[in-house]
């Protein structure tokens, strides 16, 4: 949705930037699908997933990227749910496959306290 947010250098890069290039920085440090960290335009201010990650760098805590709807496939591991893209809320419900995605993060979050304890 135009004029939704202002992450990436123009329009189009709004697909790729949070879910991909965000996450590739959070997980490997830099962008793996482009050459530069994703900044807004004119001001260049850069993407909060380089303070995201030096915080998660500073505390030793461990991440981990879930597709719970990525657009495009980010060059890190990660894990794919298949639960396709969101939709336009304006248009129908954003996220068709609610309960299935809420099943999801609670399989996956009990499975990696299990690792833990």
Known sequence: MPGITA???NPGATYLTPPTVDSE???AGSPLSIDVPPATPPDGIPTPAI?????LDLTGTRRLVVDAGLSDTPKVPH???GLGTAGDPR???ACPKF???FAYGRYI???LLRGLL
């Open 7 to 9: 992450a990436g250098p």
């Open 25 to 27: 920085i959070v997980v």
């Open 51 to 55: 303070f995201t990650r030096a915080c």
């Open 79 to 81: 894990l794919h749910t």
């Open 91 to 93: 248009l129908k419900p």
């Open 99 to 101: 309960q299935e995605a």
């Open 109 to 111: 979050a009990s499975t």
